[in-house]
Structure formats: C-alpha cells, structure tokens
C-alpha cells in the first residue's frame, strides 16, 4: 500500500545547479526542452507498480522504459527491475524513509557496460516529487548527478 503515492501520470523536468558544467547538464541535451511522462498503474492483484516512462528530447521521443516495482517474499524487501532502451536491464531493492524512497541499483547498459546508482525519489505533497539519481557509475567510472522535478498531470 505504501506504493500507491506515486499512482498517476507524471511529468518531469531535470533541475540543473548554477555551479554544474555542460558536462554534468546531461550532455548533448543541455538547452534543450527535456520532458519525461511516467505512468504508473497497479499490475494485476496489486502486487506490483508498473511504471511507464518515455523521454522526449525537443518533443521527439529518444528513450522508452518499463519498471516494476513491488514485494519481493523471498527477500523480504521492495524490489524494483527496470528495462530501458538507454540503460539495459537492471535491478535492485528499495526502501522507504518518511517521504522518500531510496532505489539501489545496478545492471548493465545495452552496450554491455555496468551501471551503479541510487534513485532518491522524495514527494513534497500527493502532486510533486523529485528524484536525484546520484553514485552514479558507468564502466567503473563515475558519472553527473541528476535532478528532476515531476508533477502530476
């Protein structure tokens, strides 16, 4: 029951600092409109999120994802496994703290390179959340943080 907050469909923003280098502005997409739209529903029986994500890049669609998110028995814990067109597959576990949810995850990109990171996901009311992804890795090398703002639709 505790998943039913992020039920919907959202949109998201990503959220650069004044100090951050075009670097660490997500790349090729710096001062371009960014949008993410995510839809989460209930699988059957509740068990489980589905979350549905596509990014669009200057209103073209570049990346397309499926997470599901739900009780796993045999660990004992949320769970989350992800399938993206940009990240691979990956998984991880979650937990909960107050308003925030901390992902730790990791799997390896469609290019065959392991990826790390934590997804921090905190909701300010029932409409607004944010997420920072951050001790982020890629092939053993670290990479940017990244915030996004999401609000629902």
Partial sequence: KDLVVITGTWEGTPVHSEEA???DKLGD???KSVTVIETCSWAPGKAAQVSEVAFTIEGTETIRGTMLIGWDQNKEKITA???TTHRGVWSGTAEKDGNTWIFSLEGYNLDGKKSTF???VTFTDKDHYSVI???QTLDGK???DQTWQFKRR
């Fill in 21 to 23: 280098s075009d670097s």
């Fill in 29 to 31: 997409i710096v001062g």
């Fill in 81 to 83: 496994r992800g399938y």
């Fill in 118 to 120: 934590k997804r921090i």
């Fill in 133 to 135: 992804e951050r001790e």
């Fill in 142 to 144: 670290a990479e940017p």
